[in-house]
């Protein structure tokens, strides 16, 4: 992948955690803590249009017949079953 250099200003409390960040040993440069933030915001961005999908999806599937009570013990269920099949 081809990279492109990029110059940025960061403020001396930012350039102080980020040098902690390398420091700690979890990333190896600067560079390398700041690609991860932004692939993280990338995910962030991408989880967040999902959700607003599902979101105007829910709201245009309707109402339902079922009681609040029903709902809940189906998502109970659910989140149950979805427990059991990871562990």
């Known amino acids: 992948m081809a990279m492109v250099r990029k ?5 001396e409390k930012m350039d102080a955690w ?8 979890d990333y190896g440069n600067d560079s390398e803590y700041i690609r991860d933030l932004m692939r993280r915001d990338e995910g962030k961005s ?4 999902k959700l607003l999908e599902m979101l105007i999806a829910a709201e245009n599937s309707g109402t339902s017949n079922e009681s609040f009570d029903e ?3 189906q998502g109970i269920k659910r989140a149950e079953d979805r427990m059991r099949k990871t562990a």
Not at 18 to 25: D, M, N, Q, T
């Open 71 to 73: 709902i809940w013990e």
């Open 46 to 49: 991408h989880a967040e249009a």
């Open 18 to 25: 980020i040098k902690s960040r390398v420091e700690s040993g």
């Open 7 to 11: 110059t940025i200003t960061v403020t």
